[in-house]
C-alpha cells in the first residue's frame, strides 16, 4: 500500500521512538543474556511490525518496498537482534506465501504471520549448499497426498521460534539443479520434523540459528508453494526483496554508528582539544557519512523500482553489495574513533562491529551478489539492453 506522506512520517516516527525508547536501553542486556524481553516482543506486535509486508486483508499493514525500507532503516538504529524478532517474517519467512501462496494458504497462515502469534522463518541452506544453493539436497518424495521430507538444513534464522518453515526441497531427484527443486510450508509441529540447539555466534545475540531436520517428515501436498519444480526460482525472488531490506537494516546501523562517531568525538578530548578538530577523524567520519548517504540512496531508488513493478535483481544485489559493505567500513571506522573505547564491551561499539559482519554474508555473500549483478549484465547485453 502506498502511504501518504502525513501517515508515513507517523508510522516512522512511532517506529523511531519505539528503537530509542524500548530497545536502546536494554541492547546491552539482550547481547549478554541472548534474548529479547518479552515487553519488547509484545511492544513490536503492538505497532504492527510483523505484519508490514503482509497484505491489508490478511491483518498486515501492506506497506509499499520504500516505507518497508524506511522502516527497516529506523530498525536498523539499535542492535540488529531486535529486527531480527520480526525480520522473517517481514521477510524471507513470509514472501514466499504472500508472492506465490494460494488464496487458501494465504488464508490460513498470513494473519498468524502479520499478528506475529506465528513466526516464520525460511529453510533453504544445507550443510553442503550455501552459496550453490541450486545443489541442495533436502529430498522431497511424493507418497499420495503427502510428501515425505528427508534432509538438513543449516544456519536457519528463528527456527528455535518458529511455527512454520518455507522449505525448499528437491522434487525430482533425476535433476540436480535449481528445476529439480519445489517450496513447502512446513508446520513446527510435523511428525519427523525437529531443530537442533542455537549456534554460538559472533553477534547478534539475541537472534538464534539452528539446524532444521526432516526424517521421514509428511507434509501435505498442498502445502506446496507454486507448481513443482518452480521453488528454487520463488526463493530467489523472496531474496531480491530481502536483499533490500537486509539494505535498510545494515544503513540503518551505518546511521546509528555515524551519530555515536559524531556525538563522541566532540566530547571526548586529546591533544588540548576534542578528537573531532583532528581532520583525520574527520576524514573518517565524512567517508562513513557518504558511502551511507550513498547506500541510502540506492536503496529508495531501487524499492521504488520494485514498487513500479521492475525486475529488480541486479539492483537489490547492488545495493545489498554495496550497503553492507559500507556498514562493515563504518563499524571499523566506529572502533577506530572510540580507540581503546570502541574495543572494550561497556560502550556498545565492538557489539555492533561483530553484529555487523553477517551482513555480508547471509542472503547470499558480497561474492555472489558481484555474480548476480555481472550475470544480469551479460543477460541484458545479449538480450540488446544494455
Ligand atoms: N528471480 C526469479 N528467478 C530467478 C532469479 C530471481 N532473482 N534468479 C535466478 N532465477 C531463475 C533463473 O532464471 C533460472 O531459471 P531458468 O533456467 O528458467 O532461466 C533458475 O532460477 C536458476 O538460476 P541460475 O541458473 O542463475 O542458478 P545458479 O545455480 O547458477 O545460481 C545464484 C544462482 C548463485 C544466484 C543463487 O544460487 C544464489 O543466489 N545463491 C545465494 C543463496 C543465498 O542467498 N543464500 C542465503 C540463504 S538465506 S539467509
Redesign the pocket.
Known sequence: MAFDAETRAALIDQVRRFVTETCVPVEAQVGDEDAVPQHVVDAMKELGLFGIAVPEEYGGLDLDMETECLVAMELGQTSPAFRSVAGTNIG?GSQALILFGTEEQKQKWLPGVASGDLIAS?A??EPEA??????LKTKAVRDGDHYILNGTKR?I?NANKADLFTVMARTNQDEP???GVSAFIVERDTPGLSVGKPEKKMGQQGAHICDVIFENARVPAANMIAKEGEG??VA??V??K?RLHISAVATGVSKRLIREMVNYSLERKQFGKPIFEHQMLQALIADSQAETYAAECMIMDAARRRDAGEDI?MLASCTKLFATEACGRVADRAVQIFGGAGYVSDYGIERFYRDVRIFRL????SQ?QQ??IA?ELARAAKAGKL
Open positions: 524471507i525460511f533453504l541452506t550455501g552459496s550453490d544453493a541450486a545443489g544456519y534464522t539443479g535449481a528445476k528454487f526460482k530467489m525472488s531474496l531480491d530481502g535483481t547471509y542472503e547470499g555473500t555472489i555474480i548476480i550475470r
